[in-house]
C-alpha cells in the first residue's frame, strides 16, 4: 500500500525543520555567550567583536525552504531572524524616546570621534561641524595639526592633550587628567572637563579605554597565550570603566561621558560599569550603529552616554570622515533646574 501522501510531505521537510530549529538554539547559545560571558570568557569575548552577519547567513539558505512552504518553517524562521537582528546585530529602534512637557534648561548637541590620527580628513571633518553645528565635540587620538584646522574659529573653546580634544560652545572652567592607574601611555586616556553652561556647570568626560585590537590578534594567531593577552585587555577595560564610573557617579548636575569605549553595548562591562546612565544610541538611535568599521567587521564601540536627568531627544552616526571610527552624534536637554551653581 502507498504511504499517504502527507505522511512523505512531513517526511520530506523534517529535516529542514530540524535543521532550523537546531540553528536557532544555536542562535541563542551566542546571545547568552555575548550577554553574559563576554569579557569574561576569551572565546565569547572573542565572538563580541567577530563579524556578527556570519549568524545570519544560513538564513538565506532556509530562505530557499520558506518560499515552497511556510506553514512549517516560518515561525522558527522568524523567530532567528528576529534574533539575528535583534539581540545578535544590535538593532535599536527610538521606542523609548519621550515627549517633553518643558521647556530645557539646556539643550545640546555632542558629537564624538576617534579620529585614528592622522587618517582622518579634517575637510570632511569641518564640513559635518558645519552642518551639525553641534555644542560640545570630544574627539580621540586625534593629530593636533588638524586640531587647529578644525578649531579655528573663535567660537570654540578648545582643550588638546595627548591626542585627547575637547572643543566646547561653553567657556571650559576646568580640566581633570584620569592619568594614574588603570591609565597611561599605551593603556588608554580619561579626561574630565568642567564646562560654563545656562545648567551651571556640566562635567563631560572624554573616554579613550584600552584597545582589544592586540588581544583579538593574539588569540587568533596563539589560542594559549593569546587568550591570557585578550582576557588582560578585558580586565584592564572592566577598570577603567569601574575608574570612571566611580568619578562620575560623584558629581553634582548635568554628566556626561562620550568617546571611544572599545566596547560594545553587549559585553558584560557595559552593562555592570554604565547600567545606571542612558546610552543615547540604545535609547534614541535608529539601526545598529556601528561605530567602528574594518573590511570584515562593524561594531558599535563608540558611545555618548549621559546620566538619567537628561532627555536624550535624537542621536546618529555620522558620515565617513576617513577615520575607521564614524562620528557618533546625540541632541540631549537638561530639565532641571541650575541650583548647583558654583
Not at 6 to 21: C, D, F, G, K
Not at 158 to 173: D, E, K, N, Q, Y
Not at 187 to 198: H, K, S
Not at 250 to 269: C, H, K, Q, R, Y
Request: net charge neutral.
Amino acid at each position: 500500500m502507498a504511504e499517504p501522501a502527507s505522511s512523505i510531505e512531513r517526511a520530506r521537510w523534517r529535516p529542514a525543520q530540524v535543521a532550523l530549529w537546531l540553528y536557532v538554539a544555536g542562535l541563542l547559545a551566542t546571545v547568552g555567550a555575548l550577554y553574559w560571558a563576554s569579557d569574561r570568557w576569551w572565546l565569547a569575548t572573542l565572538l563580541l567583536f567577530a563579524p556578527r552577519w556570519i549568524w545570519g547567513l544560513p538564513l538565506a539558505v532556509f530562505a530557499l525552504f520558506l518560499a515552497n512552504d511556510t506553514r512549517r518553517l516560518v515561525w522558527p524562521f522568524g523567530l532567528a531572524l528576529a534574533i539575528v537582528v535583534g539581540p545578535i546585530m544590535g538593532l535599536c529602534l527610538p521606542l523609548r524616546v519621550q515627549s517633553e512637557t518643558e521647556t530645557p534648561v539646556l539643550s545640546v548637541r555632542v558629537l564624538s570621534c576617534n579620529g585614528d590620527c592622522r587618517d582622518l580628513d579634517p575637510v570632511r571633518f569641518r564640513s559635518l561641524l558645519n552642518e551639525a553645528r553641534p555644542g560640545i565635540v570630544v574627539m580621540q587620538d586625534v593629530w593636533a595639526p588638524h586640531v587647529d584646522e578644525m578649531f579655528s574659529s573663535a567660537d570654540w573653546h578648545v582643550h588638546t592633550s595627548s591626542g585627547m580634544c575637547l572643543a566646547s560652545r561653553f567657556p571650559i572652567r576646568d580640566v581633570d587628567t584620569l592619568d594614574s592607574a588603570p591609565f597611561g601611555p599605551g593603556l588608554g586616556w580619561a579626561r574630565c572637563y568642567a564646562l560654563d553652561t545656562p545648567a551651571g556647570v556640566v562635567h563631560c568626560f572624554n573616554l579613550h579605554f584600552a584597545t582589544p585590537r592586540w588581544g583579538l590578534l593574539a588569540a587568533v594567531s596563539d589560542r594559549h597565550d593569546g587568550a591570557k593577552q585578550l582576557q588582560h585587555n578585558s580586565d584592564l577595560r572592566r577598570d577603567q570603566s569601574t575608574a570612571v564610573s566611580r568619578i562620575a557617579n560623584s558629581l553634582p548636575g548635568p554628566v556626561l561621558l562620550a568617546g571611544d569605549f572599545n566596547t560594545p553595548v553587549e559585553s558584560t562591562i557595559h552593562r555592570e560599569c554604565w547600567s545606571g546612565y542612558q546610552n543615547a544610541f540604545s535609547i534614541a538611535g535608529f539601526g545598529c550603529g556601528s561605530t567602528h568599521h574594518t573590511e570584515l567587521t562593524a561594531v558599535r564601540i563608540d558611545h555618548i552616554l549621559a546620566g538619567t536627568d537628561w532627555h536624550i531627544r535624537r542621536c546618529w552616526v555620522g558620515p565617513d570622515v576617513g577615520s575607521a571610527h564614524r562620528p557618533i552624534i546625540a541632541d540631549l536637554a537638561w530639565h532641571v533646574e541650575p541650583n548647583f551653581m558654583r
